[in-house]
């Protein structure tokens, strides 16, 4: 079983190459290729979680050269966790992106763009999972920012190079700051490999310790968009295309998260900053959900919530106790698919309306039930009604917070409270506005143009368009291709697989609050392990 292990990593890597072959050619084949690489990562996600639910951690030696020289890939519970629940994700994306036609884009393209960054920016996410060292994982974030570039970037417009320019900037800042870190840490442990260091660290005088501590904590909180290192993402996601921004909200924040949890218990167990991640994650909560509240754009809005649930899982990180840890575990599991699936639901709503404008929607309840549906549960899932699997996650959280006492954790679990009822407040102002009244004078229409050559060609001296105001012609005309050869128009009637992957992916919700028992129990698990320490460090040193 431990052989499965980099195959998450290197199958997606591989199939690169063919379809970079391929090129722009044999659509058909570039879909099935596609999906059945995605298809295989999820079937190997599920055998990996399971074979470290059953016999521990899973744990691999590249070339076989042991630490720290060689490369060591590592599957534990919580990275099986991971795994499996981003693989779904990305399928479904997949899925949505080729009923809206994203793909297809690729025709006038010297190369495939599309399909070959996004199984690069799979195997960067599933790399910084599986990563046994602090030099893979940075390895892992590179090649995410790599594919997160080109995929944030694509359909050439201004405004997507201007917020791709900043998202690279930041995230090269990061970068930066990261490998200064890694050098820190090898010239003082002599070694980058988690299970070494987390034997190693412990000799380090404290304030070396936690210098180290402080660093790597600020390099993951810039990817996680903890407050205040967040001002990046509202202006960066909500203007790439639907799929895209729907990947990076549910999957690339949460990798910033995955790498705080693995370093926070594996290398600094009883960690010195736990009072100052407790700020920070109060302080992403309230500013990230007050953000929101101000919004009057869907995207914008659902990027504020993004911000502000962030806080919730460095909630349960900076307690470091058993059940803050497995509740923590199960707001990533759900928020990466909560958060996924509403940034879906707003490319529907763009698909159909031209627009994620609130102000100028309205009447989507009456006009189209099954969108309604599709946004409504998602939405009270990420509100935290009982018994949604958001509900969940957070009264493990907040139970722990009152088992833990002291003033900051009480100020976490009021706010924690406080973020809850404002982000129902939010969601229900949308529903009100979007879905319950009635449809505004000068709603879009059908046959809106979202992007188009002009979007592309419009000169510096020229206003530029906000994002999905659109450019009316006649319904089903053909218009001008944009940048990668086709033109997206607005459509009463949405393509089925995009309503199919989003309405699977409201039912994956579904699925934590269902089998809530299970789940909770599976993360109380990986919670013990990864307090414990031993398990992890024994399977990678054989000790």
Avoid at 8 to 14: G, I, N, R, W
Avoid at 88 to 112: K, N
Avoid at 473 to 485: C, E, I, S, T
Avoid at 528 to 537: K, M, N, S
Wanted: hydrophobic content about 55%; aromatic content about 8%; glycine content about 10%.
């Amino acid at each position: 079983m431990n052989a499965l292990v980099p195959l998450p990593v290197l199958l997606p890597l591989c199939v690169t190459g063919l379809k970079l072959a391929i090129g722009p050619r044999l659509h058909r084949l570039q879909r099935f290729i596609s999906l059945a690489v995605l298809g295989a990562v999820l079937v190997l996600s599920v055998l990996l979680m399971v074979a470290a639910d059953r016999n521990g951690p899973l744990s691999v030696h590249l070339g076989d050269f042991a630490p720290p020289v060689g490369i060591t890939l590592v599957a534990d519970r919580l990275a099986g966790l991971m795994l499996t629940v981003s693989s779904a994700v990305t399928l479904l994306v997949l899925v949505y992106s080729l009923g809206q036609g994203m793909a297809d884009r690729d025709d006038q393209a010297p190369v495939g763009v599309f399909h070959p960054a996004y199984l690069i920016l799979v195997a960067g996410v599933s790399c910084t999972f599986l990563a046994g060292d602090l030099v893979n994982l940075y390895v892992g974030f590179e090649i995410m920012l790599v594919a997160s570039f080109v995929l944030l970037t694509i359909g050439g417009t201004a405004t997507r190079i201007r917020a791709g320019s900043t998202y690279v900037i930041i995230s090269l800042f990061s970068s930066v700051l990261f490998l200064i870190a890694i050098a820190m840490t090898y010239a003082v442990a002599g070694t980058v490999n988690f299970a070494q260091l987390a034997q190693r660290l412990q000799e380090v005088p404290l304030g070396v310790r936690t210098l180290l501590e402080a660093m790597l904590l600020t390099v993951f909180a810039i990817k996680a968009a903890v407050f205040p290192l967040a001002a990046w993402l509202p202006d960066s996601y909500p203007t790439a295309p639907a799929p895209v921004t729907a990947v990076f909200a549910g999957l690339l924040t949460k990798v910033g998260v995955y790498s705080m949890l693995r370093t926070e218990t594996l290398l600094f167990p009883g960690h010195r900053l736990g009072d100052l991640l407790l700020l920070a994650a109060l302080a992403s909560m309230l500013v990230g959900i007050l953000g929101a509240v101000a919004q009057t754009d869907l995207k914008r809005v659902l990027s504020f919530t993004l911000i502000s649930h962030i806080g919730y899982m460095v909630f349960g990180i900076a307690l470091a106790a058993r059940g803050s840890i497995s509740g923590a575990i199960v707001y990533v599991a759900h928020h990466i698919t909560v958060q996924t699936t509403l940034f879906l639901v707003a490319g529907l709503i763009e698909r159909r309306d031209g627009t994620t404008e609130l102000t100028r929607l309205g009447g989507l309840a009456k006009a189209a039930p099954l969108l309604a549906v599709l946004f409504f549960v998602p939405a009270m899932n990420l509100a935290g009604i009982p018994p949604l699997s958001g509900f969940i996650g957070k009264l493990g959280l907040m139970r722990a917070g009152i088992e833990a006492g002291g003033s900051w954790a009480w100020a976490l679990v009021a706010g924690s409270a406080a973020t809850s009822l404002l982000t129902l407040y939010v969601m229900a102002k949308v529903w009100n506005l979007a879905f319950w009244r009635d449809a505004p004078p000068g709603a879009e229409e059908e046959g809106v143009v979202l992007e188009s050559a002009e979007d592309d060609d419009s000169g510096d001296d020229e206003e530029e368009e906000p994002p999905g105001s659109g450019l009316p012609v006649p319904a089903g005309a053909v218009v001008a291709a944009g940048f990668l050869g086709q033109s997206i128009t607005t459509t009463k009637r949405l393509p089925w697989p995009m309503l199919a992957a989003t309405g699977v992916a409201v039912a994956l919700g579904l699925s934590y609050t269902v089998f809530g028992g299970p789940l909770t129990t599976f993360t109380q698990a990986a919670a013990t392990e990864l307090l414990a320490r031993t398990p992890y460090i024994e399977a990678v040193l054989g000790r």
